[in-house]
């Protein structure tokens, strides 16, 4: 082997394991990314929720969708405890419309625009949540 054949080996056995190793942390560092955003959403939906309960709680748990177990049990959270059950790594929250027909139709051009904010409402509100028709 040369000098030249050796620096070109060890050349691009640096490069490899750089382009390794940087490839490896951008992917790091994505799914860090989406785990904080993970956390800071679920963070943000409980703090939402405990403020929406501790001002006026029988609406609280109407536009939540709370039973009032859990009402209570988020009502009364430490700050520890907003963050331990904000790192779950899903999300706490759930989209209350689950028939796509329901939210196309949400999503539709209308006529009547002023309607719209009622429309959504008796689905969010409906214990199927759209599901059977809307």
């Known amino acids: 082997?040369?000098?030249?054949?050796?620096?070109?080996?060890?050349?691009?056995?640096g490069y490899v394991?750089?382009?390794?190793?940087?490839?490896?942390?951008?992917?790091?560092?994505r799914l860090m990314n989406t785990e904080q955003s993970l956390y800071e959403m679920n963070y943000t939906?409980?703090?939402?929720?405990?403020?929406?309960?501790?001002?006026?709680?029988?609406?609280a748990m109407f536009?939540?969708?709370?039973?009032?177990r859990v009402a209570d049990i988020i009502g009364g959270m430490t700050e520890k405890e907003l963050h331990k059950l904000s790192a779950h790594p899903h999300f706490i929250f759930t989209?209350?419309?689950?028939d796509p027909a329901a939210l196309e139709c949400l999503l539709a051009d209308s006529r009547i625009d002023h309607l719209n904010p009622m429309h959504a409402a008796m689905l969010c509100l409906s214990d199927t949540g759209g599901r059977h028709g809307i």
């Open 1 to 13: 082997m040369t000098i030249s054949q050796f620096i070109f080996y060890f050349f691009i056995r």
């Open 17 to 29: 394991r750089f382009t390794f190793y940087f490839t490896w942390q951008k992917e790091e560092r």
């Open 45 to 59: 939906w409980l703090s939402l929720a405990q403020k929406m309960l501790l001002k006026d709680k029988s609406v």
């Open 63 to 68: 536009r939540l969708g709370l039973n009032a």
């Open 95 to 98: 989209l209350r419309i689950q």
